[in-house]
């Protein structure tokens, strides 16, 4: 069955439906919100929850006077730590749309620029060349190492501060530093936009001209900083297209937009940003989809490996879902029925022993096959999100320096759609969706300006 939610509780949530309601006045249905199934209502022990509103114009005024809040400054979110029956009183409040855990999310963990022909595009072989010069990449990871040779177009590295009650800011601009113990950040910034000046260019990403925005959550990830990276990015750096997500939730959840992280991907979509997310590692076993990846406004890409065979890995989609991607998204714009999940992958990309950036002292780098010190060997849809993620770097680079303006979204998600390769008689749309990424085909339409539409879209049988 494919995963869908009352229509007017998605709308509300973004501010479409009730904008500007007040405390105690709430246009629409019901009053009564959904407290998260996983948070104890019979505890008095304090529990960390994200509250969703009907705006974020009201936020104050529901929490003010009954609980310590961090209010988001643009997401319709607020942070809390409360007893089960304050949560449950929360939720029954109007302007509430649910209160959810503060869950802890997931990082998923020859030569992926030559099979994606990214190599042709940065060498001008049958489209001029394009490095991602004039794009914005945003990276919510473990962190980046700001002093990596490679990652000197690290133009904002920003760690968590780890306090959202009384802190002037959530995230503290770290200049140079290294703010990723892990290595897992580096690792995925490094593929989208690292410039291989540690190995004479033989290790750079996808799109080394692009500048770069790191977003440092540290070795645990959660839903907290998470949304609260999409808020930051949204209130402060307007020229941002692309937003790379190499974590998720764990696979097989039903996706529903309400939850947090549904209503900031969906929030930076509306503001021209495209949200990129890996698939997930609970492959092969179908419905195991990461639920961030199925929302329709997003990218989600799953894992191949150098003969572009789907990895094991890999998760998949529903067989039986909606893999419709215009009639998904066009729940989410209508008042008048359910909305949808979009239940496949978008596009397959490299993911399987993938070598990129990584700081000599990370913890990955310890476990990883490279010989190069700045450098390991890590797979998983982590790394083929980032790949992606680079494409579409290239694609908008394309599209602006050839005096098209600036792409919306969805034309870019469609065009790296319509351009993937289908010539594997294994591929399905629950495995692969459109198929396999194909950096050529998708700045080439770029580059003459004829962005693709739904109708462009083939899926694998």
């Known amino acids: 069955m494919a995963d869908t939610i009352g229509r007017r509780g998605f709308l509300k949530t973004l501010g479409v439906v009730g904008a500007g309601t007040v405390f105690g006045v709430r246009s629409g249905e019901g009053a009564s919100g959904i407290v998260d199934a996983t948070l104890d209502t019979t505890t008095s022990a304090l529990q960390e929850a994200l509250v969703v509103f009907e705006s974020n114009a009201i936020i104050?005024?529901?929490?003010?006077?009954r609980v310590e809040?961090?209010?988001?400054?643009?997401?319709?979110?607020?942070?809390?730590?409360?007893?089960?029956?304050?949560?449950?009183?929360?939720?029954?409040?109007d302007g509430v749309v649910t209160v959810r855990a503060n869950r802890e999310l997931e990082y998923h963990n020859a030569d992926a620029r030559e099979i994606t022909g990214t190599n042709d595009v940065q060498a001008g072989e049958g489209v001029d060349g394009y490095d991602g010069s004039s794009t914005h990449v945003a990276v919510i990871d473990s962190g980046v190492d700001g002093d990596h040779p490679d990652l000197s177009n690290v133009e904002n590295n920003y760690q968590w501060v780890g306090n959202p009650f009384g802190a002037p800011t959530l995230w503290a601009h770290t200049g140079s530093l290294d703010t990723d113990t892990l290595?897992?950040?580096?690792?995925?910034?490094?593929?989208?936009?690292?410039?291989?000046?540690?190995?004479?260019?033989?290790?750079?990403?996808?799109?080394?001209?692009?500048?770069?925005?790191?977003?440092?959550?540290g070795v645990s990830l959660s839903i907290l900083k998470a949304s609260a990276a999409y808020d930051?990015?949204?209130?402060?750096?307007?020229?941002?297209?692309?937003?790379?997500?190499?974590?998720?939730?764990?696979?097989?959840?039903?996706?529903?937009?309400?939850?947090?992280?549904?209503?900031?991907?969906?929030?930076?979509?509306?503001?021209?940003?495209?949200?990129?997310?890996?698939a997930g590692n609970a492959g092969p076993d179908s419905a195991t989809l990461n639920p961030y990846a199925k929302a329709p406004y997003v990218l989600g890409v799953g894992a191949t490996n150098d003969q572009r065979q789907v990895t094991e890995f890999s998760s998949r989609g529903d067989p039986?879902?909606?893999?419709?991607?215009?009639?998904?998204?066009?729940?989410?714009?209508?008042?008048?029925?359910d909305v949808l999940a979009l239940e496949r992958i978008g596009v397959g990309?490299?993911?399987?022993?993938?070598?990129?950036?990584?700081?000599?002292?990370?913890?990955?780098?310890?476990?990883?096959?490279?010989?190069?010190?700045?450098?390991?060997?890590?797979?998983?849809?982590s790394m083929s999100c980032p790949c992606v993620s680079g494409i579409a770097a290239l694609l908008i680079d394309a599209y602006q320096q050839n005096g098209h303006g600036t792409p919306a979204p969805i034309d870019v998600l469609n065009t790296i759609e319509a351009t993937a390769i289908?010539?594997?008689?294994?591929?399905?749309?629950?495995?692969i969706g459109a198929g396999f990424v194909d950096s050529v085909g998708a700045v080439s339409r770029a580059e003459s300006g004829d962005l693709a539409d739904f109708e462009d879209v083939t899926l694998a049988r």
């Open 69 to 93: 809040y961090y209010a988001y400054d643009v997401l319709p979110l607020a942070y809390i730590a409360a007893g089960g029956g304050l949560l449950q009183e929360l939720a029954a409040l």
């Open 60 to 65: 104050d005024e529901v929490l003010g006077g």
């Open 183 to 217: 290595g897992h950040g580096t690792h995925v910034t490094g593929t989208i936009g690292g410039d291989g000046s540690a190995s004479a260019g033989r290790q750079r990403g996808h799109a080394p001209g692009a500048s770069l925005t790191a977003y440092s959550a």
């Open 232 to 278: 930051h990015l949204l209130a402060t750096h307007s020229d941002v297209q692309i937003v790379s997500n190499s974590f998720g939730s764990t696979g097989g959840e039903p996706f529903d937009p309400t939850a947090p992280m549904n209503v900031a991907t969906k929030q930076a979509y509306d503001a021209g940003i495209l949200p990129v997310f890996s």
């Open 320 to 337: 039986n879902g909606v893999f419709d991607r215009q009639r998904a998204l066009s729940t989410v714009e209508s008042e008048d029925t």
């Open 422 to 431: 289908t010539d594997r008689s294994e591929y399905t749309a629950s495995s």
């Open 349 to 381: 990309a490299p993911g399987n022993a993938i070598v990129s950036t990584v700081s000599p002292t990370d913890t990955l780098n310890l476990t990883g096959a490279s010989s190069e010190h700045y450098y390991t060997e890590l797979s998983g849809t």
